[in-house]
């Protein structure tokens, strides 16, 4: 399935257009800069869990890892510290307004963030990991999921019956022979229908459907 690569190109594109302090300096693995420019912002989804329903066809509430990294360098530990916190509250403001994101989610069930810190030289590297659990409901049906090579072979329909057999008016003894659906018949004597008799039938074959 593609949903954590849909949910990280949301993540990413909506992250561009907060105008975070990162700018648009905002990365995913297709294009993961070789050397970073700061403030930047790298997203990933590279996990999820499935808990089944116990349903049949199969079906799942689905929580994909959406990984945010917040990169800032400043000239002091204090900066590079507060600024990183300023960039993660952006980032989080802009991931939780995104309604692109959440109509394609029930809801974000957690939120962990972890920083470091650490000194080049003359100066200093904050580095905010941030992981948004994603629940969302998934899936698979038998029919339209399944590769081409396994999906099962469908018996052709050859015609729609509908018939009708009224509750009203009903013969009390009466019986016919053939009925559509002898397990729906009233016993004898009867007082009410369905009796046997096919009062009304209709038949419908594919080629009926067809348009010129």
Same mark, same amino acid.
């Given at each position: 399935?593609?949903? /954590?690569?849909?949910?990280?190109?949301?993540?990413?594109?909506?992250?561009? *257009?907060?105008?975070?302090?990162? %700018?648009?300096?905002?990365?995913?693995?297709?294009?993961?800069?070789?050397?970073?420019?700061?403030? $930047?912002?790298?997203?990933?989804?590279?996990?999820?869990?499935?808990?089944?329903?116990?349903?049949?066809?199969?079906?799942?509430?689905?929580?994909?890892?959406?990984?945010?990294?917040?990169?800032?360098?400043?000239?002091?530990?204090? %900066?590079?510290?507060?600024? $990183?916190?300023?960039? $993660?509250?952006?980032?989080? $403001?802009?991931?939780?307004?995104?309604?692109?994101?959440?109509?394609?989610?029930?809801?974000?069930?957690?939120?962990?963030? #972890?920083?470091?810190?650490?000194?080049?030289?003359?100066?200093?590297? #904050?580095?905010?990991?941030?992981?948004?659990?994603?629940?969302?409901?998934? %899936?698979?049906?038998?029919?339209?999921?399944?590769?081409?090579?396994?999906?099962?072979?469908?018996?052709?329909?050859?015609?729609?019956?509908?018939?009708?057999?009224?509750?009203?008016?009903?013969?009390?003894?009466?019986?016919?022979?053939?009925?559509?659906?002898?397990?729906?018949?009233?016993? =004898?004597? /009867?007082? *009410?229908?369905?009796?046997?008799?096919? =009062?009304?039938?209709?038949?419908?074959?594919?080629?009926?459907?067809?348009?010129?």
């Amino acid at each position: 399935m593609l949903y /954590r690569s849909i949910l990280r190109d949301i993540a990413a594109d909506a992250l561009r *257009r907060a105008q975070t302090i990162a %700018a648009d300096r905002v990365y995913t693995p297709r294009d993961w800069p070789t050397t970073a420019c700061y403030p $930047c912002i790298l997203v990933d989804c590279l996990s999820d869990r499935k808990e089944s329903l116990g349903q049949e066809p199969p079906a799942f509430t689905a929580t994909a890892t959406l990984d945010v990294e917040a990169r800032i360098q400043e000239t002091s530990v204090a %900066a590079a510290r507060d600024a $990183c916190e300023t960039l $993660c509250d952006q980032i989080e $403001c802009a991931l939780l307004t995104c309604t692109d994101l959440l109509r394609r989610i029930q809801h974000v069930s957690s939120i962990e963030s #972890a920083m470091e810190l650490n000194a080049t030289g003359r100066m200093h590297i #904050a580095d905010m990991r941030m992981s948004f659990a994603l629940e969302y409901f998934i %899936a698979f049906d038998p029919f339209t999921d399944t590769p081409v090579a396994l999906q099962p072979v469908a018996v052709p329909l050859e015609e729609i019956g509908i018939h009708a057999d009224t509750i009203e008016p009903a013969d009390k003894s009466g019986t016919y022979p053939n009925p559509p659906f002898p397990e729906a018949i009233t016993p =004898e004597p /009867r007082t *009410r229908g369905p009796d046997g008799r096919d =009062e009304g039938t209709l038949v419908i074959k594919p080629q009926d459907l067809e348009r010129e």
